[in-house]
């Protein structure tokens, strides 16, 4: 797998661009299905204890900082590898 | 049909015949090379100090830096009875930081004493993130002439999006929770203390180094969260808002992609530059009063 992309990306000329879009893709896609739960979650829970609501609100940012960071990592790393080639 | 679905459609209109005026007006045009997109956030020496140099990133540190004790003193000074509306508007900002931030996170007795450096870091890296999307005029790469005056071209730019800025944050969080734990429960305690209740034996070899090594990570994704989130959310802003469109000379991709590029700064002014310092200040409240108890 490693070795083809290898072969693609020395072929096309895009190494260094590939290391951002695979980073930044991966990540969107850990981030994205991670905060699609904590939202659906914070849904559930406020639609069954509505009287919960401010403080699931509290927890529900947090969680939603903490997930998106993840994006950032992927994209870091891809970054990183932009700047080595 | 109605008034708003007639605004609506003329808004849909003016932006479909834009894209087909900038087409037909200046076509397909070449790549652009001498534009690099790593200049808007290059940082060149305006006084020369050694170590101490002053350049673009510093100035924003000092503009914040005045921001978070100016406002501060300033509303504390003139407290009225009756609070007019920026003085809400602060009191609810003191609330946030004093019982959601550091009392939700801490005991009374260590929240009491934390609370002034948790809400002064609250408060500096949220002022840092929100005047990183006023447009500044500290571009020096590029300038323009106003009265005979040569000014700096108008930037966004956040001390925020420059790691060393939020690893010198991150790391004072981490000298301070480290600095509690160590006078809590003394240096062997401590180290005892990070390993989880009732791990003993082989499992100790394997835990042990884990839970040393995420205390140090701890370090890297406080730095990398605010520094990262920060710097893609202006990186988007620039491609969406023109960038892309000079780097590709390609002018009605600008009008296409900046309805785009005014969502994301809404997004970013709105959601992210107070989330991103409501999440360091929280974290930092974590790890200080988890130093201070047994896991």
């Known amino acids: ?49 509505p009287e919960m609501r401010d403080e699931i609100t509290s927890i529900q940012w947090l969680g939603f900082a903490l997930t998106e960071a993840c994006f950032f990592y992927g994209l870091v790393a891809g970054l990183i590898s932009y700047v080595l080639k | ?134 447009p500044l005029p500290t571009n020096s790469e590029e300038t323009f002439t106003l009265f005979g005056v040569h000014i700096p071209d108008f930037a966004l730019y956040a001390a925020t999006a420059n790691i060393s800025v939020p690893l010198v944050l991150a790391l004072v969080v981490f000298i301070a929770f480290n600095w509690v734990g160590l006078r809590v429960h003394g240096p062997i305690g401590y180290v005892k203390s990070l390993i989880p209740a009732g791990v003993h034996g082989p499992m100790l070899i394997l835990i042990a180094p884990l839970e040393i090594i995420s205390t140090f990570m701890r370090l890297i994704s406080l730095t990398i969260r605010l520094f990262a ?28 992609t900046m309805p785009i590029g005014i969502a994301v700064y809404l997004f970013e002014l709105g959601l992210v530059a107070t989330l991103q310092a409501f999440i360091f200040a929280t974290l930092g409240a974590i790890y200080i009063s988890g130093a201070a108890t047994h896991h």
């Open chain 2, 229 to 256: 989130n920060i710097l893609a959310g202006h990186l988007i802003i620039l491609f969406m808002a023109g960038g892309l469109a000079v780097i590709l000379g390609l002018s009605f991709l600008g009008w296409f």
């Open chain 1, 1 to 49: 797998m490693l070795a083809t992309i290898r072969s693609v990306a020395a072929s096309s000329g895009v190494g260094a661009g590939l290391g951002i879009g695979i980073g930044g893709g991966l990540g969107a896609v850990g981030a994205g299905v991670g905060i699609g739960i904590i939202f659906g979650k914070v849904i559930e829970s406020v639609t069954r204890q």
């Open chain 2, 1 to 134: 049909m109605s008034n708003t679905r007639k605004i609506m459609l003329s808004i849909a209109g003016f932006y479909v015949l834009g894209i087909v005026l900038l087409i037909v007006i200046f076509g397909f045009g070449h790549k652009n090379n001498t534009f690099q997109i790593q200049n808007e956030f290059k940082l060149d020496n305006w006084v020369n100090l050694g170590v101490f140099s002053i350049n673009r990133a510093v100035v924003y540190l000092f503009i914040a830096t005045i921001l978070t004790i100016g406002t501060m003193v300033w509303i504390a000074r003139r407290m009225h009875q009756r609070p007019n509306r920026v003085q809400t508007g602060v009191e609810v900002l003191f609330g946030l930081m004093r019982d959601n931030i550091t009392r939700g996170n801490m005991d009374d007795s260590m929240a009491a004493r934390w609370f002034p450096f948790i809400g002064a870091l609250f408060l500096f890296i949220w002022f840092c993130n929100l005047i990183g999307y006023i």
